[in-house]
């Protein structure tokens, strides 16, 4: 059996979509990267390093250079935002909560190429699903609260 060695510090940064911060936290605790608004739902460090970030009413993507690439915005049809997933395929997973519950699938010019209808438990849009994802076999994972 290999035994890790001891005593040794791992280190790295991460991203934060939490209710006071939305951002990268470095590996020395410090702030590599703000977005300037808290309370993001969901979010990645994209392979290019780009940051994509799902708040409330509107999911952005930022350039290294902090600059917005990708935009969508909540239809007037549901009341907020719940996901947002980079898939294989380039487009972007996107989950609206409300009246019309669903998982969208949106290209990069921000057009929606699928729309999957939910039928969650509750009215209430708040808690009706968040994080949902695509799995590599093409099912979804859609947690409903």
């Not at 470095?26 to 990645?44: H, M, Q, T, V, Y």
């Not at 907020?80 to 290209?107: A, C, F």
Request: proline share 6%; aromatic share 8%.
């Amino acid at each position: 059996m290999i035994k890790p060695p001891i005593n040794v510090e791992i280190k790295h940064s991460f991203f934060v979509a939490g209710p006071n911060f939305t951002g990268i936290i470095g590996e020395d605790d410090e702030i590599l990267w703000d977005s300037g608004k808290p309370k993001a739902r969901d979010g990645f460090v994209l392979e290019n390093g780009n940051i994509l970030i799902c708040w409330y009413k509107e999911v952005l993507e930022y350039d290294v250079n902090k600059e917005v690439v990708f935009n969508y915005k909540l239809d007037t049809l549901n009341k907020e935002l719940g996901t947002v997933q980079r898939l294989m395929n380039g487009n972007t997973l996107i989950t609206e909560l409300g009246e019309s519950p669903r998982l969208l699938e949106v290209d990069q010019q921000g057009e929606i190429k699928l729309v999957v209808p939910l039928q969650p438990e509750t009215d209430n849009a708040h808690m009706q699903t968040r994080m949902a994802r695509k799995l590599s076999n093409g099912n979804y994972l859609v947690p409903h609260l």
